[in-house]
């Protein structure tokens, strides 16, 4: 549901309000790329990820063992919501316009706004990125230049977020490719439910690791952590 719009402006929407506002279950989303107006919404059904049903096809554990990419956390934040934006062939538009962009930006420089990246070398060629509030990470957006690498993003940030103490994933959406590794559907009102209380905790985003590339040693789906 389309609640308000704004003009487009880079500087016009704080950190603190945008904190706020997830606080109160709404986010932000642009139409299109193009568009000059950005709207705050509030879905009557949300995607989340409890992290006692998340499942990890076994191909993607085995697979694990041979560390198929370089992990890092907050490297390249802004490359990352850049990937995200791009047009590709199988994406013909995106809802991340300039205006959102300078919203992640920004929480990312004040340490709200976080990402979790892959690569193959030197090269990006997957990530997340999202923000977290008290025990609730909300994830905003991933993209993946190379079979699964936005899979090991994932099921990094699930780790780090089962170690720092989290309650849920907020995947704002469902959609097949979350579906098949335990993210549900729910509705707003429980949903409201889970955040007034997730916010309310402490959940600590560097418990696991500090900012930086992971060593071989926390690598994802190696450890048991789920």
């Excluded at 090269?123 to 923000?131: A, C, D, Q």
Aim: hydrophobic share 40%.
């Amino acid at each position: 549901m389309k609640i308000n719009s704004l003009n487009s402006n880079h500087y016009s929407i704080p950190s603190e309000v945008v904190i706020e506002a997830y606080k109160k279950g709404l986010f932000p989303m642009a139409e299109t790329a193009r568009s000059k107006e950005i709207y705050w919404l509030d879905p009557k059904k949300r995607g989340v990820f409890f992290f006692d049903k998340v499942k990890v096809p076994r191909k993607l554990r085995k697979l694990a063992r041979n560390y198929p990419f370089q992990i890092a956390v907050n490297t390249n934040f802004e490359q990352v919501v850049e990937n995200c934006s791009k047009i590709t062939n199988l994406r013909k538009d995106t809802w991340i316009n300039d205006t959102i962009k300078n919203i992640y930006i920004n929480m990312h420089k004040k340490g709200h706004a976080h990402s979790v990246e892959c690569y193959l070398g030197k090269k990006m060629v997957g990530g997340l990125y999202g923000v977290a509030i008290g025990a609730v990470f909300f994830g905003e957006s991933m993209f993946s230049s190379v079979t699964n690498a936005s899979k090991f993003a994932l099921f990094h940030l699930i780790e780090r977020l089962i170690v720092g103490n989290f309650s849920f994933i907020d995947t704002q959406f469902i959609n097949d490719h979350l579906r098949q590794f335990g993210a549900e559907e729910i509705s707003n009102q429980i949903f409201k439910i889970k955040l007034k209380d997730g916010i309310n905790k402490k959940g600590n985003f560097q418990h696991f690791s500090l900012n930086g590339f992971i060593p071989h040693n926390i690598y994802p789906l190696t450890s048991n952590i789920i």
